[in-house]
Each structure stands twice: as structure tokens, then as C-alpha cells.
């Protein structure tokens, strides 16, 4: 019992021990747990601290470098700030500057021109005082010449002869001056009567002065309507010694007004035909003024100048290689402002170059096709190269080469230039000033007479037209005479306008109309003239032969008209004698149409059958295309009437004199022709009796040879009877032989 319980004591002992041995195994662990975490939680405390430190140092960093970039900020807005208030002032303070400047200039050149114009004025004040003081002077010595108390000194002195020209004695060089003063044209006409000296270099240059305002004025003025007019009176200045004059006026007109091109063209091809070289130096300084223009793409110049050369091209003054090795510079390296410039010339010149130059011009619209096949160029200029395309098409429709009214020269009579635009091109400049000519009056006088060479022809014409009208101004009872025959003369229309038009309208009217009574309805409403119904006839006749097959609505339509009026049925009479004799000319389609056009017509009696007399079917008079007429015809008529029905008519004793043609029975071999070829047709039957008259033809002939030999068995016998039964036995038996010769022939005929 005591040893029990003490072993209950033990075990119980060491169940506690084992318990405190767990117990403080757990504690020892979550003990050492719980150090762990202490120590973690003080690292993360550590390292926060660290970091926030550092993070707290960062954002001081950061607020002191930014406070730093605002003050630098601010500084540079400050020194900007100040730069610009200078810049400003000193902006103002330069602009300022110009202004007072440019008010001072402006000041300084009004003080000039009021100088100018005070000298103007006292100038002309002063030339005003010496021209009234030598009117008076003058007017002075005409009346002491007058009355006799005086005489008028005939030698001038310098000064005198200056003051008489008009202008101060040391500014007469001045005169004729462009820019000088201006002198109405009737007092410088009058100082150029008052020179003595013609010779002067003074008269020069009013001479000078007064061709320039000559030619300015007639080139001006001229137009379409009056260059007949103008040329004349620009032929009556001369020419030579103003042909840089006469330039410069063409080309400054031009440019004013590009409508005006081909008028100007014109009136320098009729210088050129007289004066070669003023055409030539107008070419070289039109190509000059052009070859400029290209290289500054001055367009409006560079369009006047081409315009210029293409007109120039149209009155064969410059030669096609001109525009084509234009038109080829142009297209080289092309863009929307050369390919513009280049539709506007070939619209132009095309229609001469066309005419002149084919090849060339096919050459250039090749080039237009590549440019508008490469499409480089704008949408605007590829529809004027498409335009261009279409008038190519019309022909030049539209774009004449030369109006009616500015045809003035001849082929022949005009000459041609031709310019390079490569080579250098020397414009003559010289040519439009003013120079002294030591042998003025040399050449004034040869060009009066070759004024009188040009104009001698006009002026007669004139001096007969003054003569005329004199003469009808004696004579006016001839002059209403003369006015009453033109009042009875009567107009022809020689180009048949009218009758072309009454064709047209002949043939809308039958294509449109849905039947023949319509067409016939139409037909008589139009208003013919007495002798054009024959036209009707043609038209219908040659609207059927122009069908691929026959249409009975034509045959209608011609039955109608016969029907109606018997002078259609005489004209359709003609027209089938003029297809019979023209039946060769006509192709295999047309002559079926044709003859059964006629068939048609015979068949229901619209036209007589004495038409059939004027064929005449033998081999010699036919030819195979006749042939074939006559077969078509003959076969409609028989299926039109029949071959019984057409035999009779054939037959009608009343119409035999019509058909001795057709069936002829003056020769054996007409007749046996005109059997085989009906039999050849298929129409055999209709030769019935033409057969039998062959086949009785021998007999026939015999029958006509037998009074003829009693006739002179008569004569030849004498009054005995013996002889005359002698001479009947012996007539009998040559006609016995003849009926049995002939029967043998037809046997071997047969045979």
C-alpha cells in the first residue's frame, strides 16, 4: 500500500516536472519570439527614421534649388524687361529719326519742284516774250515793206535765227527734245516753214520730232476697218530713217492692247513687202523683248510677246522654225506658266502651222500628250491641253490664221524672216534716238521718190475717182439712169445655197417620215420654184440606191407623186434615161435599187412603157451592166403583172413602135440575141413571136424578093405569051429550089 502510493507520488512528480519542462520550453520560445519581433519593429523604426531624414533633407534640397530657379527667374524677366524698354526707346527714338528725315526729303524735293516749275514757267514766259516780240518785229517789217519806208533784212544773226526756232538762244538744242517743251503741231509745222536752213541740225530734229508724233498717231489709231486708210499715210513718212521709231510704236501698242495683235501683224507685213529690214528688226527685237521676259517670268510680257510672233507666223513674216523651236523651249522643261504660254501660241498659229508644217505641229501635240500623261502639271492647265486637243479636232475652228479683212498681201510678195533664239540678237537701240544726218536732204529727196514709186498708183486712182465724180456731178441725168438699171439688175445665187438646202430638206423629210402617204404629205407643202421638181425626183431616186435592199416605200412614194402631177412622170421619164445611159457607173447594190425602182413604176402604169424605146437590146449596144438592169427589170415586172399579163402588154399593137428595141427584127443575129437572153432569164415565153418571126424570116424574105423579080420579068418580056408561061416555069422552079435549100439548112440547124 505504502509502496503504492509512493510510486503514485513519483509518477505525479514527473508528470509536474514534464509539464514545467513544457512550460518552460513554450515560454523560453515565445519569449525569443517576441524578442524578434522587438528587435524588427526597433530596425523598422531605425530604417524609417534613416529615412525620413533623408527624404526630409531631399525635400529641403529641393524647395532651396527652386527658390533659387524663381529668383533667376525673375532676374532674367528683369533684364529681358530692361532690354526691351531700350530697345523700344531706342526703336522710337530711330523711327523718329526717319521720319524727320523722310519729311526733310520730302521737303527738299518740293522745294525742288517748285524751283522746276519757276524755272518752267519763266522759261516759257520768256520764250512766250521773244516768239511775240519777233511776231511784232515781223509784222512790223512786212508793213514797212509795205509801204515802202523800210526793207526787211534777209541775213539773221545766230541769236535772231534761235529766238526764231522758239527757245532760249542757249537751250535750242532742246527743242525737238521728248520732255522739252511742248509746241502745238500747227506752230511747229509753221517754225519748219520759217527755217531757212533745211539742212540745220535744228530742222533735224524738229523734222525728227514731228515724224515720231506721225507715226505714234497712225499706229494708234489704226484698226481692222481703216488699215486700208492707215497704210498710205504711214507709207507717206519716211520709213527708213523712222523704222526704229515705227518699232518701238508697234510694240508698246501691242502691249497696251493684245487684241489688237493681229492688226499690227498685218500692217507690218505690208511694210515688210516694201521695207524688209523694218520687218526683220521688229522679229529680232520682239524675240529679245521675248527671251527677257522668259528669264524674269514676266508672264504678261512673255503672252504679248508670244502672241506677237505667232500672228508675225500667220503673215509669213517670221518663218514656222520660229515657232516651232519657240513651242520646243517652251515644252522642255515644262510648268503650268510655259505650258499656258505654249496652248495660247499653238491656239494661234496652229491653223498656218498645220498648213505649212504638219510634221512639226504632230510633234508638238505629242509633246502635250506626255505632259498631260505624266500629270505633273496643275488640273486648270491639263483642261486647256485638253481644250487644245478639241480645237485640234474642229480644225482650228474658231482660230483663223488670218481674218478675211487682214488678208492684204500676197504669197508671193511677202518675204520671211527668220531669228534663231540662241543667237545674240543685236536690237538696234540707236535706231530710236535722234542723230544728225550730214546728208539729209540727200536722203529726204531719194525717199520722196520712192514714196512716189509705192503711192504713184493710188494717187492716179485717186486723181480718176476726183475725175468721176466730177464727171457724175456734170451728168446727173446719167446718174439716175445708171441707178434704175441696177435697180432691174437681178441677184443669182451662184454657190446654190438654196438648192443645197431644198436637197437637205428633201432628204430629212423622206428619212424622218414613218410611211410614204406621210413623206408624200410633207413632200407637197414644201414650196417648190417651177423647174426644181426635178430635184425631188433625184433626191427620191438616190435615197432608194443608197439602201443596202429595195424598199417599196420608195416605189410608193414615186407612184404618188406620178400620180398626182404629170410633170413629175416627165421627170422621172429623164431621170430613167439618165440612169440607163450612167447604168455602168453604178455598183451591183445601187443598179438592183435603181431597176427595181423603175419596175415598180412601169409595173402599176405610174410611168408610160414608151420609156423601154430607149434600151436597145443588142450585143453592141449592151454592156454587162446594162444587162443586168434590163434582167432585174424584166424579172420584177413579171412577178409584179405576171408572165401572161406582161406578154400582153408586150404584144400591144398600139406599143410595138416602143418595143422594136427590145425585140429587134431588123438583123437575124439582134433577133437571135435578144431570144437567148431572154430565155436566159427565164422569161423564153416573152419571145414567142420574136420565134416564129425567125423561124419565118427566110420565107418572109423570098416573099419580098418575088415582086421584085416579076417586076422585071415584065420588063424584060415581050408581047408573047410563049415566053411568058416559058419565063413563070422557069421563076417556078427557082422558088421550089429556094423552099428546098431552106428546108435543108433548118434541118441542120436542128441537127
Known amino acids: ?129 521773244h516768239r511775240d516780240k519777233y511776231e511784232r518785229k515781223q509784222q512790223e517789217d512786212n508793213r514797212m515793206k509795205e509801204d515802202g ?5 534777209e541775213d539773221l544773226n545766230p541769236q535772231r535765227q534761235s529766238t526764231m526756232l522758239g527757245g532760249n538762244p542757249n537751250d535750242k538744242f532742246n527743242l525737238g527734245r521728248s520732255g522739252g517743251v511742248y509746241i502745238p503741231p500747227f506752230k511747229l509745222a509753221r517754225m519748219m516753214k520759217e527755217v531757212q536752213d533745211k539742212s540745220s541740225v535744228e530742222y533735224q530734229r524738229l523734222t525728227w520730232d514731228a515724224l515720231r508724233k506721225s507715226i505714234n498717231g497712225l499706229v494708234n489709231k489704226v484698226n481692222a476697218a481703216n488699215i486700208k486708210n492707215i497704210i498710205p499715210e504711214l507709207f507717206s513718212e519716211n520709213l527708213i530713217r523712222g523704222r526704229g521709231l515705227f518699232c518701238r510704236s508697234c510694240m508698246k501698242s501691242q502691249m497696251a492692247s493684245p487684241g489688237f495683235t493681229d492688226v499690227f501683224a498685218a500692217l507690218v507685213a505690208v511694210v515688210n513687202t516694201k521695207f524688209p529690214e523694218v520687218g526683220d528688226l521688229l522679229l529680232r527685237r520682239i524675240v529679245l523683248q521675248l ?58 498659229s496652229g491653223s498656218k502651222l498645220q498648213d505649212v508644217s504638219p510634221r512639226g505641229l504632230h510633234g ?35 482660230y483663223p490664221a488670218v481674218r478675211p479683212e487682214l488678208d492684204l498681201v500676197e504669197e508671193e510678195d511677202q518675204l520671211t524672216h527668220e531669228v534663231s533664239l540662241d543667237e545674240e540678237i543685236d536690237p538696234e537701240t540707236s535706231l530710236d534716238v535722234f542723230k544728225p544726218d550730214p546728208n539729209f536732204l540727200e536722203s529726204e529727196r531719194r525717199y520722196e521718190e520712192l514714196k512716189k514709186t509705192i503711192l504713184g498708183d493710188e494717187s492716179e486712182d485717186e486723181d480718176g475717182s476726183n475725175a468721176e465724180s466730177d464727171d457724175d456731178e456734170d451728168d446727173e441725168d446719167d446718174e439716175d439712169d445708171d441707178e434704175e438699171e441696177e435697180e432691174q439688175m437681178e441677184i443669182r445665187d451662184e454657190t446654190e445655197t438654196n438648192l443645197i438646202n431644198l436637197r437637205r430638206t428633201i432628204y430629212l423629210t423622206i428619212m424622218s417620215s414613218v ?84 419596175a415598180h413604176l412601169l409595173g402599176t402604169y405610174a410611168l408610160p412603157w414608151h420609156v423601154l424605146s430607149y434600151i436597145r437590146l443588142t450585143e453592141e449596144d449592151t454592156t454587162s451592166s446594162s444587162r443586168i438592169f434590163i434582167k432585174i427589170l424584166f424579172q420584177e ?22 418595143f422594136e428595141s427590145i425585140f429587134p427584127r431588123d438583123n437575124p443575129k439582134n433577133t437571135r440575141f435578144a431570144i437567148n437572153f431572154f430565155t436566159s432569164i427565164g422569161l423564153g415565153g416573152l419571145t414567142e413571136n420574136l420565134r416564129e418571126y425567125l423561124k419565118n424570116m427566110p420565107r418572109l424574105i423570098m416573099q419580098q424578093q418575088k415582086p421584085v423579080s416579076d417586076s422585071e420579068s415584065d420588063d424584060q418580056s415581050g408581047s408573047s405569051d410563049s415566053s411568058d408561061s416559058g419565063s413563070e416555069s422557069e421563076a417556078s422552079e427557082p422558088a421550089s429550089s429556094s423552099d428546098e435549100s431552106d428546108k435543108k439548112r433548118r434541118k441542120r440547124r436542128r441537127r
Open 515 to 598: 410611211d410614204f402617204e406621210e413623206a408624200g404629205h410633207k413632200l407637197l407643202k414644201i414650196k417648190l420654184e417651177p423647174g426644181q421638181e426635178m430635184e425631188l425626183c433625184i433626191m427620191l431616186l438616190e435615197c432608194c440606191s443608197q439602201e443596202r435592199t429595195y424598199l417599196r416605200y420608195y416605189g410608193l412614194l414615186g407612184q404618188r407623186f406620178c400620180m398626182i402631177n404629170k410633170v413629175y412622170q416627165e421627170n422621172f421619164d429623164k431621170c430613167f434615161v439618165q440612169q440607163y445611159s450612167m447604168i455602168h457607173r453604178l455598183e451591183t447594190n445601187k443598179l438592183r435599187n435603181v431597176a427595181k425602182f423603175f
Open 149 to 153: 519806208h523800210g526793207k526787211l533784212d
Open 1 to 129: 500500500m505504502g509502496r503504492k502510493h509512493r510510486y503514485d507520488s513519483e509518477d505525479e512528480t514527473d508528470r509536474k516536472s514534464g509539464r514545467n519542462r513544457d512550460t518552460d520550453r513554450w515560454k523560453h520560445r515565445y519569449d525569443s519570439e517576441d524578442e524578434t519581433d522587438r528587435k524588427s519593429g526597433r530596425d523598422r523604426e531605425r530604417e524609417y527614421k534613416i529615412t525620413g531624414d533623408g527624404d526630409s533633407e531631399k525635400y529641403r534640397r529641393k524647395q532651396r534649388d527652386d527658390s533659387e530657379d524663381e529668383t533667376d527667374r525673375k532676374l532674367r524677366r528683369d533684364r529681358d524687361r530692361e532690354n526691351r524698354i531700350t530697345r523700344d526707346g531706342d526703336s522710337e527714338r530711330y523711327h523718329r529719326k526717319q521720319r524727320y528725315a523722310s519729311e526733310d526729303e520730302i521737303d527738299r524735293k518740293s522745294r525742288r519742284d517748285r524751283g522746276k516749275e519757276n524755272r518752267i514757267s519763266r522759261d516759257g514766259d520768256n520764250e512766250k516774250y
Open 637 to 658: 415586172l413579171s412577178e409584179h403583172l405576171g408572165i401572161r399579163l406582161l406578154n400582153e402588154r408586150l404584144n400591144d399593137p398600139t406599143m410595138q413602135d416602143s
Open 364 to 398: 508638238i501635240f505629242e509633246r502635250f500628250r506626255g505632259i498631260l500623261h505624266e500629270g505633273e502639271i496643275d488640273k486648270r492647265v491639263q483642261f486647256l491641253i485638253e481644250g487644245l486637243f478639241a480645237i485640234r479636232k474642229a480644225q482650228f475652228q474658231g
Open 291 to 348: 527671251k527677257r521676259a522668259y528669264k524674269r517670268n514676266d508672264k504678261p510680257q512673255l503672252l504679248a510677246a508670244v502672241k506677237f510672233i505667232a500672228h508675225l507666223v500667220n503673215q509669213q513674216v517670221a518663218h514656222e522654225i520660229v515657232a516651232l523651236e519657240l513651242l520646243t523651249v517652251l515644252l522642255e522643261k515644262p510648268t503650268d506658266d510655259s505650258v499656258e504660254v505654249a496652248v495660247g501660241f499653238v491656239k494661234e
